[in-house]
Each structure stands twice: as C-alpha cells, then as structure tokens.
C-alpha cells in the first residue's frame, strides 16, 4: 500500500524553515509497516516558489475565512480558491497511492492556515480518485470529533498519540475489518465514531524519523539544515492559555541510548550537526536532562541544538553542562514582567528566578528568548509596566523575545468549529484590537533596546 503524507503550504505561528517531525515519524512507521510512503511537502516548495500561486492561495484563505469554511463545508462554490487548490493538488504526485495524509500542526500549534490549506488541497484530490483522506498532528483530540463532522473531505483523524494511532489505521485497512476498539476517529457512513478513550504510546515505540533527501534540498536552498527531534513528550503544567494537547498529561523520556542512536543516526544520514527540540520544556524532568547532556558528551556526538525551557529548574552548573554539550539557545515562556500575573497564570516561577537563570545563560554563552503574553483576562495597565521594567532591567541578557496577543494568534479553537462567523468576528472585534495594540507596544519597548524576534532556525544558523 502507498501512503501519501503531505505538509501543506501555510502561515502563521509555528511555521519555521524545518522539516516536520510528524510526517518523518510516521513515515518511518509506514516503511516499518511494509508499506510506501511518498512525501510531498508544499510548505518548502512554496518557500522555494517562483511564480505567486501559493501567496495567492493563502491570501484567499486569510482574507475570507468563514467563505473558505462553507466551500469546505459543501455549502457554497467559492471559484477563486477551488482553481487555486486545483492547480496545486495537480502538483502532487500520489502516485496511486491509497491513503492521504495531511498535518495540520507547525511545532505544536494550529495555524487554520494551515487546516484549510489541507483541506482545500484534499478535496481536489478526493473529487479526482475518491481517496481516504486522514489529518495528523497530534490534534487536541477533544476537536476531532467536530472535524469529521463539519467536513466530508476527512475519512480519519489521528489522536494522541499519532504513532499509536496510524498503526492501529494502517492495521484495520489492510485487514478490511469493521473498526472495534479503534485509536483514532473516523466517520462510518454518516456517523462519527471516536475511541473509548486515548491511547498513549511508549517513547521507545517512537520511531527514527525518516526525511526525505529530495525534499531535503529545498530546505538547504534557503537555510543550513536544522532537523526537528523530540526528546521526551508531554507537560506537568497546566497554564490557562496554553492550547497544546499535551498539557498536564505528565512527562514521557525516551531512554537515553535511543536519543543517542537515533540522533547520531540522523546526524550521519543527513548531513546535518543541528537540532531542534520540540519538547513542551526541556528541563521538566531535571535529572533526566543532566543525563542526557551527559551522554551527549560520552558519546561525542558534537551537534549543536535548541530548544524550549520553563525559566525554572535550572541551576548554573546545569546551563553550562548544557552549553558543554551544544545547547546554542534556550526558548523561555517568560510570559509576563509581573508576579502577580505570573502567579494568576501558575506559572510556578518568578521574576528573581527568571532573571537569575537569564544572567547564568548570558555568562555561559546560552542565548536567551523569551517570549511575552499581553491581553490576559485579568491584566491591569501596571502588569504592563512591570514587564517594561523587567526588560529594561534585563534587556543585556535577552538576545531575542516574541509577543503574543492572548487568545488571537489565529489558531484553532473550539469556536473555530461551533461558531466560524463568532471566531471571525474575534479576530477583529475591538477587544482583540486592544490586545494588538498592546503587542505592537510592548514590541517596539523591545526594539528600543534591539531586541528582535528571531526564530529557531535563524538563531542555531548564526556563528556562535
Ligand atoms: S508549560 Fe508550556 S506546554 Fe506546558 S501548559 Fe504551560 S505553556 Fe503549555
């Protein structure tokens, strides 16, 4: 059976010049199944695009969002966008492949972009050979339901987690049997069917991503190649606003010699000496983190790597032992300046921490991001001012930091499915304005001091 797994084009948060670690994983399981994968990934070679038919795709999808919604929904032709999506799925070679596959997640976040990227792109392979389509991504599995619901061009959605759940798809079509006791969710006929409930899988079940090497060389046109990895899965806490699926569901590791075979295996097989973590927080799980820097360095593996940290946990002797074993920047969720914000949100930190772990990262050598929330619920204008002081303060030891608008960044919710119009008129209401302006402020606070927002990639490609 040939299995077609596709990154479709998109914008938005998440969207970083780095291969997706979904569709590597489950490729590797496809071959692993006896099956072939064919990888199309639209979202490079719309980077790498000569003519504009993909910014025009996506300024369709941006500028008319609840059309897009009812196009997708069969309740209304919308000719612009269905000769767009036409001309791209023409691009893709299926190659008669039996199932479709799209993600709809960039580094644990849901640009709609992205979801209606995919779905556009699959109607018009599903009208031309009436194939099954499946959506993956490690979706918050409360959404999938309404998925299948809402839209007819999806036969199955992936749920936590995906691994677990793509063997188990795979299994059922190829013995054609009725779907008893699945782990992911289809429709039946006219009926949606979800698991009882959600299957985590084992870490060490997690398969050596595979990437494809064609694909490969339109991510080495426009940068050095940095390859996506994850270490452990999952996050003990719970923050409010946080809408990644793995939250609260406790900390899974892979064993230390996996990490150490896999990454010296993609290392090798790749070219590449660079990684990016896609774990919630690195340093959750303290010593395991210690242990792993450790075998880093048994093991000579000499790569260089990023990833995401709670501003927390981390003693200086730690930060240089991860400086030793290649870490270049650590990505903190400082969220806000104030405490009392920090404390409303259970951030379980505080500014005295925070801006300890920032002076030991700047003297070891570790680049610091951070990343701010503004519009909070229960944000007053003096938590405003307490995060200026805190940059003010620290400006010297943030190398980068990014704002975000609470509850705007155009990702999926749950509205998104109830009530598209509603969700439209969020994004432009005069409260999500508010929330804007203050991004844009506290945005130009930090240019004052040159502080940018830079991504992962354009952080571990810099000489260090
Ligand atoms: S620590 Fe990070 S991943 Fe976990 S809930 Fe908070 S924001 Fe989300």
Known sequence: MKVLLCNPPARGPGCVVSPPLDIANLASITFEMGHKPIIEDLFIKSKTAENNLFKLFLNIIENNISETYQYLCGKRPFFLLDLCAEKIASMINEDNAEILGFTINSLQQFPYTKFFSALSIAKKLKEKNDVK????????PRYSAFMLKRFGIIDYVLV???EVSFRDLIRKIESGKNHQKITFCLRE????ISPDKFTLGDMEDVPTPFFDKEILKYY???VNLVLPYEVSRGC???CFFCYSPLKGMGIRNKSLRKVVEDLSILSKKYKTKKFHFLDSEINFDRKYLLSFCKSLLENKL???WTALAIPKNLGKADIELMKEAGCVQLRFGAESGSE???ARMDKNTNTKEMERILKDCKKTGIKSHLSFIVGLPEEKENDMVKTKEFVSRNHELIYSANVCPYNILKHIDLTFFSDIDNYVRNLVSKDSIKKLIKARELERYLKQFNIYSLDIIDVINQKY
Not at 133 to 140: A, E, K, R, V
Not at 189 to 192: G, I
């Open 133 to 140: 389509i499946f959506l993956f991504g490690s979706f918050p």
């Open 160 to 162: 936590q987690d995906d």
């Open 189 to 192: 006929k006219s009926k949606v």
């Open 220 to 222: 080495r046109k426009l």
């Open 236 to 238: 003990v806490n719970n």
């Open 302 to 304: 000499e790569i260089k």
């Open 340 to 342: 009392r914000i920090l």
